[in-house]
Antibody, heavy 117, light 110 residues
Framework: QVQLVQSESELKQPGASVKVSCRASGYTFTSYTMNWIRQAPGQGLEWMGWISSNAGSPTYAQGFTGRIVFSLDTSASTAYLQISSLKADDTAVYYC??????????WGQGTLVTVSS | QSALTQPPSVSGSPGQSVTISCTGTSSDVGIYNRVSWYQQPPGTAPRLMISEVSNRPSGVPDRFSGSKSGNTASLTISGLQAEDEAHYYCSSYSSSSTVLFGGGTKLTVL
């Protein structure tokens, strides 16, 4: 069955970087795109962008450019989200979710990133 | 402000039906049938309930149905049950090759 397993919660200081992983199984990794979605505490879902698991080409949503990088390790069927120069308002649950050129179907369990000194 | 507009909250009694709307534009909901709905109980990841406007994935009760008219998609839940209480989000592909989400609707089962 399709599974997306994300890395554990992270506590980071302002200015640091974080790298969240998303390991896929149960399907052909390179046949799907991987989305990243942010959910701040008590807020709704925000689409951050996606990366083609075949070509490795990322698309970043407006408002999510500059400090965010999507990457892949296709040999490990794993997608990564890296956020640099963390700020307090980056505190959120970050989800990976697979799709083709449409909204996602399967989602990871989410990774809580807390930015606090 | 979210790209797709949903009512902040809806409510209904057990056994009743409720409908949640999702209004977009002629650049997203209006021209694509790539509209999905997700259920998110507190503290859990979103779960796909409807894809491609009206398709129910395996395991989703047939009490959940989706439709679309013009720039507005709708999710109807019939025969409400206490376990349906959750936040619901719509999502659509857009002509800018991006994915949009609605702001979410909290469903309360009275």
């Amino acid at each position: 069955q399709v599974q997306l397993v994300q890395s554990e919660s992270e506590l980071k200081q302002p200015g640091a970087s974080v790298k969240v992983s998303c390991r896929a199984s149960g399907y052909t990794f390179t046949s799907y795109t991987m989305n990243w979605i942010r959910q701040a505490p008590g807020q709704g879902l925000e689409w951050m962008g996606w990366i083609s698991s075949n070509a490795g080409s990322p698309t970043y949503a407006q408002g999510f450019t500059g400090r965010i990088v999507f990457s892949l390790d296709t040999s490990a069927s794993t997608a990564y989200l890296q956020i640099s120069s963390l700020k307090a308002d980056d505190t959120a649950v970050y989800y990976c979710a697979r799709s083709t050129v449409r909204p996602p179907d399967y989602w990871g369990q989410g990774t809580l990133v807390t930015v606090s000194s | 402000q979210s790209a797709l507009t949903q009512p902040p909250s809806v409510s209904g009694s057990p056994g009743q039906s409720v409908t949640i709307s999702c209004t977009g534009t002629s650049s997203d909901v209006g021209i694509y049938n790539r509209v999905s709905w997700y259920q998110q109980p507190p503290g859990t990841a979103p779960r796909l309930m409807i894809s491609e406007v009206s398709n129910r994935p395996s395991g989703v009760p047939d009490r959940f149905s989706g439709s679309k008219s013009g720039n507005t998609a709708s999710l109807t839940i019939s025969g409400l049950q206490a376990e349906d209480e959750a936040h619901y989000y719509c999502s659509s592909y857009s002509s800018s090759s991006t994915v949009l989400f609605g702001g979410g609707t909290k469903l309360t089962v009275l």
